[in-house]
């Protein structure tokens, strides 16, 4: 299955092209989330691969937790292409990616996965790296900086997109595109459109606007 990854979830924004689960390019963009081009991406993605937009069978989504405009905008490509081609549709958590990035880049052991939540809070998820997988140890939840830096002093380390600004040792990962496609290799549990949803776990709340002055 020819699959087209987006994972726009952090600075460092990646588009990758994959068929039979083995990436066969993958563009990478550092910058801010609201300079992205994720046609331009798409389109040079495609160009590297030698693929065109009718070729795309699966399109796959990093969900977060993190900028809420880059995912989004990957959730709306996603869904316009659904759309327009029909084609099917998996959101994958982009801490997933992260620990399983580490893993590939040779970690092992506990490791502490963080994603700036604002408010001076972290989204929080430990992994456990072996030599045979990545798994999930301890699922994700909002957490403070200083009980961050308490689990890393227990034991592991801790990575993500501005773990460094979380706790000083904290080691810079960022999800990728390539990995997102490499994890939805296999699964069959896609989604329609609608579906794909950011994973945040603060509710919604708003604020009712206040009655007009009378001057």
């Known amino acids: 299955m020819k699959i087209l990854a987006l994972e726009f979830s952090s600075a460092q924004r990646s588009v990758a092209v994959a068929g039979n689960g083995v990436p066969l390019r993958e563009v990478i963009e550092p910058g801010r989330a609201n300079t992205m081009q994720p046609c331009a991406m798409i389109t040079a993605a495609l160009a590297a691969?030698?693929?065109e937009r009718a070729d795309i069978e699966a399109v796959v989504v990093g969900l977060g937790p993190g900028s809420y405009t880059g995912i989004?905008?990957?959730?709306?490509?996603?869904?316009?292409?659904q759309l327009a081609r029909?084609?099917?549709?998996?959101?994958?958590?982009?801490?997933?990616?992260?620990?399983?990035?580490?893993?590939?880049?040779?970690?092992?052991?506990?490791?502490?996965?963080?994603?700036?939540?604002?408010?001076?809070?972290?989204?929080?998820?430990?992994?456990?790296?072996?030599?045979?997988?990545?798994?999930?140890?301890?699922?994700?939840?909002?957490?403070?900086?200083?009980?961050?830096?308490?689990r890393a002093s227990a034991g592991g380390g801790v990575i993500g997109p501005e773990a460094p600004r979380c706790v000083p040792p904290g080691r810079l990962v960022f999800p990728r595109a390539a990995t997102l496609a490499?994890?939805?290799?296999?699964?069959?549990?896609?989604?329609?459109?609608?579906?794909?949803?950011?994973?945040?776990?603060?509710?919604?709340?708003?604020?009712?606007?206040?009655?007009?002055?009378v001057l």
């Open 49 to 51: 691969a030698g693929r």
């Open 86 to 150: 029909g084609v099917k549709l998996l959101g994958v958590s982009s801490v997933a990616a992260i620990a399983h990035q580490a893993h590939g880049d040779g970690w092992r052991g506990p490791v502490h996965v963080v994603v700036d939540a604002q408010r001076g809070e972290w989204y929080l998820a430990t992994w456990e790296l072996t030599d045979a997988a990545a798994r999930e140890a301890v699922p994700l939840r909002l957490a403070g900086a200083a009980e961050v830096a308490e």
């Open 72 to 81: 989004r905008a990957a959730i709306a490509v996603a869904q316009g292409w």
């Open 182 to 213: 490499a994890l939805a290799a296999g699964r069959a549990d896609f989604v329609d459109g609608p579906q794909l949803e950011p994973i945040y776990l603060r509710a919604a709340t708003f604020l009712k606007a206040p009655a007009p002055r």
